[in-house]
């Protein structure tokens, strides 16, 4: 949902996307495909509208992606792809991929890359 809200608000500085989906059209049968169909997701034009892989050249917001790759919900490869996409239309993007974790990336861990991010693309912002 993080990534939707920075396809449509042009004046977010910075996103951090932990462990998301990102094509969810792209999601196999199982739990997470089921919970879809709970919600009422169902049709092709449902998972596109939620899908942030299809909107990505309108996120304007420097982002970090960060996932696991023994992650057994999401998929590192659709991290991957989103943070291409959005460097494709000139925003700074990066996917980090630990690969000792799953969908649970320890807050220890994951905090150096988002201090570092955040410090790097929220201090201009500060200064104005």
């Known amino acids: 949902m993080a990534a939707l809200v920075g396809a449509s608000d042009p004046?977010?500085?910075?996103l951090v996307l932990i462990s998301g989906v990102y094509d969810l059209s792209a999601i196999p049968a199982g739990p997470i495909a089921d919970a879809m169909k709970r919600e009422g997701?169902?049709?092709?034009?449902?998972l596109d509208d939620r899908s942030a892989l299809l909107v990505a050249g309108r996120i304007r917001a420097a982002t970090l992606i960060l996932?696991?790759?023994?992650?057994?919900?999401?998929?590192?490869?659709?991290?991957?792809?989103?943070?291409e996409r959005i460097r494709e239309h000139g925003t700074p993007a990066k996917a980090v991929i630990y690969p000792e974790f799953g969908h649970a990336i320890?807050?220890?861990v994951r905090a150096k890359e988002i201090d570092a991010f955040l410090e790097e693309h929220m201090a201009p912002a500060r200064r104005e």
């Open 11 to 14: 004046e977010l500085a910075a």
């Open 41 to 46: 997701v169902m049709v092709k034009g449902d």
């Open 67 to 83: 996932n696991g790759a023994k992650d057994d919900r999401t998929f590192p490869d659709q991290a991957r792809s989103l943070a």
């Open 106 to 108: 320890p807050p220890d």
